[in-house]
């Protein structure tokens, strides 16, 4: 993975299967055979990446959400989005 930033472009990864479980919504990442329970901000940002959008786009959407500073709110998405290229959830484009 690259250095993500405000202009990296990323979407869910055809790999991962997302599903709402008793009310919880989770993520099956086949490659490594996980499951990634997310939190309603997880949730938010998983639906945001269900088509290709920028990191800025979806850092102003989450700080108007929210009411969150936008450089607060993209450091943690940017620590996120990582996580989640790392277990192959999502890919950058």
Known sequence: MGNIGPATIVEQSGDAVSRDV???????????????????????IWKLCAEPTSIDAMTAKIAAEYDVDEAVAQKDLTSFLAKLIDVGAI???
């Open 22 to 44: 008793n009310g919880q919504l989770v993520i099956f990442t086949p490659a490594e055979g996980t499951v990634h329970e997310l939190d309603e901000l997880g949730c938010f």
């Open 91 to 93: 890919k950058e484009q």
